[in-house]
């Protein structure tokens, strides 16, 4: 159930949390980077099973806050996050057994072992939403009706600051995002420390070890020199629902997200066809000719069509070759309650939820 994470499942996992960004959760290369050298270095990253934590058991849920593409102009040092779960320890006054993702999208993937490397604490093999989603309220903990308070962030800067109450989970999100854009849109976080029994009822459990393992099948193709797409497809029962080649991207930074449309020209059988991609950090709403074809929670992935590399919503760019692949949310997002939170209206399109793999 406990395993011991080497340097080639940390190069797995860069590229699996890629995918299960859904275009968002920042680029992985760089903590990617970081974690590889500290991993050569002789670091053991413990990982362990939901199930094997006690239910009293604190677990400290962190990630980076802010816009994708500053996360690529800045790159973050290890210990903002480890300081983030500091911060919450002198706060409550009650330290952490284990570190968790709150995303298991992109660079968010890496801040638990960041956090882990500096702490000496396991990293929990879940997290709170099984990909990437643009808001802090958009958790698993959230639909399950968990206390959204209190929040630490850290700034490189020497900027320290404690959420200490809030009426709602959109609070808390109004009230980090603010933080957050004035410390330059990106800040180390620790979210609301939860208990071993709340991690085994409402993460989602290991999301960690299946983004290994997706990168691990990507690797395999790559070697093997098969489809990688193909290969991602199989891992995730997931299906290629455009090919193509981006022909636009419109972004912008406001508001502490990276909002805009992606466009991308059909090749072979899709020639003569676009694909339009809305996106607020992460790829939300995937239209072919108009017809709404994949939306949140459900899993919107752009990829290199010939690596299998996922494409960000900040590292797109025009002339790119690539495949769309949807793949189905987890269950737990597919509620009515769930919906409130993640899906179309919640990101504010007035749309029923379309799943790319019915």
């Given at each position: 159930?406990?395993?011991?994470?080497?340097?080639?499942?940390?190069?797995?996992?860069?590229?699996?949390?890629?995918?299960?960004?859904?275009?968002?959760?920042?680029?992985?290369?760089?903590?990617?980077?970081?974690?590889?050298?500290?991993?050569?270095?002789?670091?053991?990253?413990?990982?362990?099973?939901?199930?094997?934590?006690?239910?009293?058991?604190?677990?400290?849920?962190?990630?980076?806050?802010?816009?994708?593409?500053?996360?690529?102009?800045?790159?973050?040092?290890?210990?903002?996050?480890?300081?983030?779960?500091?911060?919450?320890?002198e706060h409550t006054g009650?330290?952490?057994?284990?570190?968790?993702?709150?995303?298991?999208?992109?660079?968010?993937?890496?801040?638990?072992?960041?956090?882990?490397?500096?702490?000496?604490?396991?990293?929990?093999?879940?997290?709170?939403?099984?990909?990437?989603?643009?808001?802090?309220?958009?958790?698993?903990?959230?639909?399950?009706?968990?206390?959204?308070?209190?929040?630490?962030?850290?700034?490189?800067?020497?900027?320290?600051?404690?959420?200490?109450?809030?009426?709602?989970?959109?609070?808390?999100?109004?009230?980090?995002?603010?933080?957050?854009?004035?410390?330059?849109?990106?800040?180390?976080?620790?979210?609301?420390?939860?208990?071993?029994?709340?991690?085994?009822?409402?993460?989602?459990?290991?999301?960690?070890?299946?983004?290994?393992?997706?990168?691990?099948?990507?690797?395999?193709?790559?070697?093997?020199?098969?489809?990688?797409?193909?290969?991602?497809?199989?891992?995730?029962?997931?299906?290629?629902?455009?090919?193509?080649?981006?022909?636009?991207?419109?972004?912008?930074?406001?508001?502490?997200?990276?909002?805009?449309?992606?466009?991308?020209?059909?090749?072979?059988?899709?020639?003569?066809?676009?694909?339009?991609?809305?996106?607020?950090?992460?790829?939300?709403?995937?239209?072919?000719?108009?017809?709404?074809?994949?939306?949140?929670?459900?899993?919107?992935?752009?990829?290199?069509a010939t690596s299998g590399?996922?494409?960000?919503?900040?590292?797109?760019?025009?002339?790119?070759?690539?495949?769309?692949?949807?793949?189905?949310?987890?269950?737990?997002?597919?509620?009515?309650?769930?919906?409130e939170y993640v899906g179309?209206?919640?990101?504010?399109?007035?749309?029923?939820?379309?799943?790319?793999?019915?």
């Amino acid at each position: 159930m406990t395993r011991i994470l080497d340097a080639q499942d940390v190069d797995d996992l860069a590229v699996g949390a890629w995918v299960l960004g859904t275009g968002g959760g920042g680029s992985p290369y760089l903590n990617h980077l970081n974690m590889q050298r500290i991993a050569a270095d002789g670091m053991q990253f413990e990982l362990i099973d939901p199930q094997e934590l006690d239910d009293q058991a604190r677990v400290a849920v962190v990630s980076t806050m802010g816009a994708p593409l500053v996360m690529q102009e800045r790159l973050q040092d290890p210990r903002d996050v480890a300081r983030a779960v500091e911060v919450m320890a002198e706060h409550t006054g009650s330290t952490f057994d284990a570190v968790m993702a709150t995303e298991i999208g992109g660079s968010n993937a890496f801040q638990p072992l960041m956090a882990s490397a500096h702490l000496e604490i396991p990293i929990v093999d879940a997290d709170a939403m099984g990909r990437a989603y643009p808001e802090a309220q958009m958790t698993s903990f959230a639909i399950g009706g968990l206390q959204p308070w209190p929040l630490a962030l850290v700034d490189p800067r020497g900027v320290e600051a404690i959420v200490t109450q809030v009426p709602t989970w959109k609070w808390m999100e109004r009230a980090s995002r603010a933080l957050t854009i004035e410390t330059g849109s990106m800040a180390a976080t620790c979210k609301a420390p939860r208990s071993g029994a709340e991690v085994k009822r409402w993460g989602v459990a290991n999301s960690m070890s299946f983004a290994i393992h997706l990168g691990a099948e990507v690797r395999k193709a790559r070697v093997g020199h098969d489809d990688p797409v193909a290969a991602i497809c199989s891992a995730a029962d997931g299906q290629v629902l455009f090919t193509g080649k981006i022909v636009d991207v419109d972004r912008h930074t406001t508001g502490g997200f990276l909002r805009g449309v992606a466009k991308i020209s059909g090749l072979d059988q899709y020639s003569g066809s676009e694909v339009e991609l809305d996106f607020q950090n992460e790829w939300l709403v995937a239209r072919l000719e108009n017809q709404v074809i994949a939306t949140v929670p459900h899993l919107i992935c752009l990829l290199d069509a010939t690596s299998g590399e996922a494409i960000g919503t900040e590292t797109a760019r025009y002339g790119q070759r690539v495949a769309l692949v949807g793949i189905s949310a987890p269950p737990l997002f597919l509620s009515s309650t769930a919906l409130e939170y993640v899906g179309p209206r919640a990101m504010g399109y007035n749309l029923d939820p379309v799943d790319p793999c019915p």
